[in-house]
């Protein structure tokens, strides 16, 4: 009997272990057969973002002729700006400093003085600055009467103008006038529907009459009000409530937030801002009072040159390449954009390896780039993909690059263009000598570009160099990756990429670089779309709001105004390669 129960007992325990060994294989082979089924059904199609497509005209009124001042005379000062700060970690001083530096603008920065002594204004009968920027205008106006005297004379005697922020805080008296200037401050206003007013003599770069729709970000605004003849407003918005300003009219009128200063008070020119640069619109108007408050010495001209780039033609895993519609899409676009930039054409990287390695309808795609290969221009990527600085021999890497030219005379692409982009910028700087001899034996390069040159970041820096007869030229990403296909996938919500094209990173990227070439990447041009929408909109955005003059040209015409306009970088900058990781 004993002996029954223990056969009873060690069937039972294997049967047990029977029915878990079965439940782990029913719940493996369910995770395979989901994973499966997740990852080939076909994608819920949503709507493609639209750009773009117009301005805001509908807020455009007619206005009498802008005031004329005439410039300031700054011509007996260096190009120089001075820059009071209260911190020189300080978010404002940081947003100053980079308009600058990537404008190429000289600038000194000075802790304000309270009752210390200002820095030294002259040299040998010439004035050391050509412009003052205070971070708190209060430091300004509380000088003591010594050093005010002094600064003022020095800005009148070498016409030189001030520009001045005031940032209210908790503490900020609601109004109160501004020492020794006919200005009232009214502080502390939650404000939307910011206006530009075209009557503004310092407007240059900006385009008049549009208007910023929506509540302004922040419940800290500051706004200025004078019966004074010498103030001109030059942003205006209304109150978001019917918040009682003393002194002035309803709060359906419109208030000054940037007031510009004529000279007719003291005969010095100023510009004041009613808050920081964190909004978009006054990076904009702060450029503009550079340029007006300096006679235009500190000031770029209106043109500006744009080379799309797309890298990785005929590179891409399957489900993300382009397809047949994709191409029409992107000829349509171009076509639209020719239409806003003289001579715009996408410039299209190919790595002839991967031709037809697609799904089909993406091979179709693959063959409808080259039916339409003359309406576009062509620079080779490398055969593989592969990163030259990894082929220590030129030969092998020669042989690498003729098979990809003997891909495009066999598919008829031209190649003609005389530019060159190599996978993930490798070799080109740090320099690696075979890539260079390599382009020219084979290929007959004579421009590249780099993002790496002399730092990846930051992309302020970035600047060109001549080697071995092969012009360099800075390359800025536009937050496009290939990584980055969907418009409500995009890292940090598609508000991101919005906010990038309308007065963020890729508007300033324009707005402060005279010349622009954008890496982008095949699958931003499939799936979403984003290469399309991005342009688009930033054409669009920047027509709508600046005098810009957009245009293109090809890489080697577009090498030698580079240069033409910064010769001084022809020589490269040798140091330590280790210095960067990448």
């Not at 980079?98 to 820095?119: N, Q």
Request: charged share 20%; net charge neutral; hydrophobic share 40%.
């Amino acid at each position: 009997m004993v002996k029954f129960w223990k056969f009873v007992r060690s069937f039972r325990q294997l049967e047990l272990h029977r029915l878990i060994l079965m439940l782990m294989v029913f719940s493996l082979v369910s995770m395979c057969l989901l994973a499966y089924y997740v990852t080939n059904s076909p994608k819920i199609k949503e709507a493609l973002p639209l750009p773009i497509s117009d301005c805001n005209n509908q807020h455009r009124v007619s206005q009498p002729p802008r005031r004329h001042t005439p410039l300031l005379d700054s011509s007996r000062t260096d190009p120089m700006v001075l820059i009071f700060a209260e911190s020189i970690y300080s978010q404002l001083i940081q947003e100053i400093v980079t308009i600058l530096e990537s404008s190429r603008f000289k600038y000194r920065t000075e802790i304000a003085p309270g009752k210390g002594d200002v820095p030294t204004l002259t040299e040998k009968g010439r004035g050391r600055f050509a412009l003052i920027v205070y971070e708190n205008i209060l430091k300004y106006v509380n000088l003591d009467a010594w050093n005010r005297e002094l600064l003022d004379k020095y800005c009148v005697e070498y016409g030189v103008g001030i520009i001045g922020f005031f940032k209210a805080n908790e503490n900020s008296l609601l109004s109160a006038q501004l020492k020794g200037f006919p200005l009232f401050l009214h502080s502390n206003l939650g404000l939307k529907d910011y206006h530009i007013n075209p009557n503004a003599p310092l407007l240059y770069v900006t385009r008049a009459n549009q208007v910023e729709q929506g509540p302004l970000p922040g419940d800290d605004w500051t706004v200025f009000q004078s019966n004074h003849s010498t103030y001109e407003p030059v942003l205006l918005a209304s109150t978001k409530s019917a918040e009682y300003i003393p002194h002035l009219s309803t709060h359906k009128a419109l208030h000054a937030t940037v007031i510009q200063d004529l000279g007719l008070h003291d005969g010095i020119q100023r510009v004041f801002f009613g808050n920081t640069l964190n909004f978009w619109l006054h990076k904009l108007i702060f450029v503009d009072a550079i340029a007006y408050l300096t006679g235009k010495r500190l000031c770029l001209s209106l043109d500006r040159y744009l080379l799309v780039d797309i890298d990785d033609i005929f590179v891409g895993k399957e489900g993300t390449r382009m397809k047949v519609l994709d191409v029409k899409a992107l000829l349509l676009s171009q076509n639209k954009l020719r239409t806003l930039v003289p001579n715009f054409t996408f410039n299209l990287g190919f790595s002839g390896k991967f031709y037809h390695t697609g799904a089909s309808e993406e091979d179709a795609g693959d063959d409808m780039l080259l039916k339409h290969r003359n309406e576009f221009w062509w620079f080779p990527h490398m055969w593989s993909h592969m990163q030259p600085h990894l082929f220590h021999n030129e030969t092998v890497l020669a042989d690498q690059m003729k098979l990809n030219n003997q891909f495009a005379l066999d598919h008829g692409i031209p190649t003609n263009m005389g530019y060159a982009v190599a996978p993930h910028h490798s070799g080109v700087y740090p320099v690696h000598t075979q890539l260079y001899k390599a382009w020219k034996s084979i290929w007959g390069i004579k421009v590249t570009s780099t993002e790496e040159y002399p730092h990846l970041k930051p992309a302020r820096y970035r600047r060109g160099f001549i080697h071995n007869g092969i012009r360099v030229l800075p390359r800025q990403t536009c937050g496009l990756f290939t990584h980055t296909i969907f418009y409500n996938e995009y890292p940090g919500g598609s508000k991101e990429l919005d906010k990038s094209i309308q007065g963020g990173e890729l508007f300033l990227t324009v707005l402060l670089n005279p010349i622009s070439i954008f890496m982008t990447h095949l699958s931003n041009y499939g799936n979403d779309r984003l290469g399309l929408y991005t342009f688009e909109s930033l054409v669009k955005f920047v027509q709508c709001w600046t005098n810009l003059k957009l245009q293109t040209l090809p890489p080697v015409e577009l090498a030698a105004k580079y240069f033409e306009l910064f010769p001084e970088e022809k020589d490269p900058l040798w140091q330590n390669p280790c210095d960067d990781r990448r």
